[in-house]
């Protein structure tokens, strides 16, 4: 059994859909990404693995450099002894290609569970747009 999960940010670890109904342009914006309100029991979760030794990657799609270093820094508040190297922030293509190891991939994109299982993967897909949904 792999010990190793990659979490999603927006939509799974912090509340972006809530957020982007209220401002369309918060993905361009670092403070705006920076401070998305947590799903706690998430964040919570992902946090006991890491302290259990389980591998956990964020590996989340930024919409320039200014929403990719605001989720840096959304990482350093909640997620503060994840590893810079199990950060993966991609600005295109498809997750599942971004992989450093197998692993279980938690996503609220059905096309991401889908690429991720179409390669072989398990992934868990959460439908968080417009409410809030926590594992």
Known sequence: MTKTFYWDMDGVLA????????D?????????MANLAPFTANV?????LMAQGITCYILTKAANADGAQGKIDWLKK???????????IITK??????MKEEG???????TNCKQWNKAGYTSIYLETKGQRVEL
Request: charged share 25%; net charge negative.
């Open 15 to 22: 509340d972006f859909h809530t957020a982007y109904a209220q």
């Open 24 to 32: 369309h342009t918060v993905a361009l914006k670092r403070d705006a």
């Open 44 to 48: 919570n979760l992902l946090n006991s």
């Open 78 to 88: 909640y997620i503060p002894t994840i590893d810079i190297d199990h950060i993966i």
């Open 93 to 98: 293509g498809r997750k599942v290609d971004h």
């Open 104 to 110: 279980i991939l938690i996503d609220d994109d059905a």
